[in-house]
């Protein structure tokens, strides 16, 4: 049951992506017809922007979200024994280098993993989460966040931020077409082509206008799936689901985080900023996750 569960959310995964790619270029041709009326060049420059964001991201991601939460590193087991050593156990169990480990002073309990790979990869717990947690329930969030960096997790949900972020920028590009003389463009060109011109307008706009919220609900769906996967993850490093049930249910009871970067929220084992429940939220519901890890 573990291992098919973590397989079906990687096959998941991996189709999101996959979607999400599709969805830039979409995007991508829409705004090449409404400036060049070529929907080939607009589907390279958009894979082309899409790649110089990933790159960007997936460079600078772990100083730069650390940064974002206000992460203050810890450089030796004196400074926090029981997170370090915890951190240290996991990651041997794992078979994965010794990451990075970071407190951020906050009473709300939370953790996330962040980097481009296990050689860069770093952990972060908020002071509420140690406080709250035992050792056996450290195990459970720390193997979960292990278990993203384990699976390349915050690889993907870095390139799906990227790919957001590429997104925007194309829209909001393509609704200012006619700041380019976009407008005289089309006119003539619907006076000289009639219908199918007022159809591919048409149709650009519409993706103008929908395509930052079909990228919200990919990167949402990446960001569920990765949870679920990683508290399986966990299971597997800690042999006792026990451990990670017992920790989500203090989490679900925490209040938000006082200082949390909204843009890496879809990081935390839990979600840092509200507890109500929404249909575009970035964590699945709480009682589905422990019902889950029941039934392992």
Not at 150 to 173: G, K, P, Q
Not at 179 to 207: H, K, T, W
Not at 249 to 264: F, N, Y
């Amino acid at each position: 049951m573990l291992y098919e569960q973590i397989q079906s959310n990687k096959r998941r995964t991996y189709f999101l992506l996959l979607g999400f790619l599709v969805v830039v270029g979409i995007v991508g041709a829409a705004v090449g017809y409404l400036f060049f009326r070529s929907l080939p060049l607009g589907v390279i420059g958009a894979i082309v922007i899409g790649g110089i964001y990933a790159l960007i991201m997936i460079t600078n991601s772990t100083n730069v979200v650390m940064a974002m939460n206000n992460g203050k590193e810890i450089t030796s087991p004196d400074q926090a024994p029981e997170l370090w050593h915890t951190v240290e156990d996991m990651a041997m169990v794992a078979q994965l280098p010794m990451p990075r480990v970071f407190i951020i002073n906050d009473d709300s309990p939370n953790a996330f993993a962040t980097g481009n790979d296990p050689k860069t990869a770093a952990v972060a717990a908020t002071t509420g989460l140690l406080k709250i947690m035992n050792r056996n329930e450290l195990e459970g969030v720390i193997g979960h966040e292990m278990s993203h960096v384990r699976n390349y997790d915050i690889r993907i949900s870095t390139i799906a931020l990227a790919l957001t972020a590429a997104i925007s920028l194309l829209t909001n590009l393509g609704s200012n077409w006619w700041l380019f003389g976009g407008n005289s463009r089309d006119r003539d060109n619907r006076d000289n082509n009639g219908g199918v011109q007022i159809l591919m307008f048409a149709l650009s706009i519409l993706i103008m206008i929908f395509a930052p919220l079909v990228a919200s609900i990919i990167q949402m769906a990446i960001s569920r799936n990765r949870e679920y996967l990683a508290d399986a993850g966990s299971v597997e490093l800690t042999r006792n689901p026990q451990e990670l049930i017992s920790a989500l249910k203090k989490l679900s009871h925490a209040e938000p985080m006082q200082q949390v970067d909204e843009a890496s929220a879809a990081l935390y084992i839990s979600n840092p900023l509200k507890k109500t429940a929404n249909l575009f939220d970035t964590h699945p519901p709480m009682e589905e996750r422990i019902a889950r890890l029941e039934k392992m």
